[in-house]
């Protein structure tokens, strides 16, 4: 599966990481299997059933020690909306 490197907050005390942004730097796989790859073995068909997603090359803005603020306010007996913050929760 090919990569696309974003950045992110990760959070140690619940595990989670919160993705920011993505740069738009995309790392190759090389398998034939992935549409995103130069090496895609289905160049011509139009429907190959094969990966058209990027993974996350996970690079770390900041590290807290802390659980993130979701997690917090869901222990704190707040609201049910989990993913409320704009970003990724893992």
């Known amino acids: 599966m090919c990569n ?3 950045f992110g907050d990760q959070y140690r005390g619940c595990g989670h990481y919160v993705r ?3 740069t738009g730097i995309t ?3 090389g398998r034939p ?5 130069a090496s895609h073995m ?7 059933g ?3 997603e990027f993974s996350d090359h996970r690079r770390v803005r ?3 020690q802390t659980k993130c603020d979701t997690c917090l306010e869901y ?9 409320r913050r704009a970003g990724r929760h893992w």
């Open 50 to 52: 094969c990966n058209m």
């Open 62 to 64: 900041n590290l807290f």
């Open 75 to 83: 222990e704190a007996g707040g609201s049910d909306e989990y993913g």
């Open 20 to 22: 920011i942004y993505q």
């Open 42 to 48: 289905h160049k011509t068909a139009k429907n190959c």
């Open 4 to 6: 696309m490197e974003c």
């Open 33 to 37: 299997n992935c549409k995103l790859s």
């Open 27 to 29: 790392y190759d796989c």
